[in-house]
C-alpha cells in the first residue's frame, strides 16, 4: 500500500487498500444474490427459446394403460404457461414475463425474491425436455396432493428424475402445464403407469405426428376417435 502521487487539489488516496480490507460479510451475500440472479436468469432464458420452439402452442397426447384399459390426455401449451413453469413470482403478467424471457429482456429486478425451489424447477425442465426428445421411460399418474411442494395438479408426466404437472382446463377439453418438480414421479404419483405412446403437433394443425411409441406397443389398439387422428407411419 503507497499514497498516491497527488497535488494540491486532490485528496490523497490509499492504493491497494482494496486489496488488505476485507469485504463486508454483507457485500458478500449481496455480491452471491447478485450471482445467482445472474445464473437464473441465463436459464431462464434457455428454458423460453426450448419452450417456445418444442412446446408452445403445441397439443401433446400421452396415451398409456391403467387397470380400467388404455388412457389418453391431451395437453395444450401456450406462452402464458411459461411463468407458472419457472416458479418466479412477480407483478409481471404471464404473457410479458414470457416475451421479456424470449427477448432476454427480463431484469434481476424482475425476479423478485427469488425462492431455492425455482432452481430446482428449471433444472427439471431440461430433464423433461431431453426425456422427451430422446424417448426415455416416461410416466404418468395421479398427484399425491399432500406430497411435496405445495402447488395443486391433477395429473402428473415424468421421470424418476423429474416430473411435469397438469391441471384440467376448465375451459377446455385439453390439460395445461402449471408445474414443474426436480422429483421421482413413482414418489410423487399415487400410483404411476408407463406411457406407451406421446404424439405432438401444433394447435392448428389436425393430425398427430408419433414422438415416442414404446417398444412392444401396437397404435392399432388405440381408439378409433384417437387413431383417426394420429398420422401414419
Not at 71 to 96: A, C, M, V, W, Y
Not at 119 to 129: G, N, R, T
Not at 140 to 168: M, W
Amino acid at each position: 500500500m503507497r499514497l498516491a502521487d497527488s497535488d494540491n487539489n486532490q485528496p490523497l488516496k490509499l492504493e491497494g487498500v482494496e486489496d488488505i480490507l476485507p469485504l463486508h460479510p454483507f457485500s458478500w451475500r449481496v455480491i452471491l444474490r447478485m450471482m445467482r440472479k445472474d445464473k437464473i436468469l441465463s436459464m431462464i432464458f434457455s428454458m423460453a427459446q426450448d419452450y417456445s420452439l418444442y412446446f408452445e402452442n403445441k397439443n401433446m397426447l400421452f396415451v398409456y394403460s391403467d387397470s380400467n384399459g388404455l388412457q389418453n390426455i391431451e395437453s395444450l401449451f401456450l406462452g402464458h404457461h411459461f411463468r407458472h413453469l419457472t416458479g418466479i413470482k412477480t407483478t409481471l403478467r404471464p404473457n410479458d414475463f414470457y416475451k421479456r424471457a424470449l427477448a432476454k429482456r427480463l431484469s434481476e429486478n424482475d425476479l423478485g425474491q427469488v425462492e431455492s425451489v425455482v432452481e430446482l424447477k428449471l433444472e427439471a425442465f431440461l430433464l423433461l425436455k431431453n426425456a422427451l426428445e430422446k424417448g426415455c421411460s416416461i410416466s404418468i399418474g395421479r398427484k399425491n396432493q399432500g406430497i411435496g411442494y405445495r402447488i395443486y395438479s391433477d395429473l402428473l408426466v415424468g421421470t424418476t428424475k423429474a416430473c411435469l404437472g397438469f391441471v384440467e382446463d376448465s375451459g377446455s377439453d385439453f390439460y395445461v402445464p402449471n408445474t414443474l418438480l426436480k422429483a421421482d414421479i413413482r414418489k410423487e404419483a399415487q400410483k404411476s403407469f408407463p406411457v406407451l405412446l406421446v404424439c405432438i403437433k401444433n394447435k392448428k394443425e389436425p393430425f398427430y405426428r408419433v414422438s415416442f411409441c414404446r417398444e412392444g406397443f401396437d397404435r392399432s389398439c388405440l381408439p378409433d376417435e384417437i387413431l383417426s387422428r394420429v398420422e401414419a407411419s
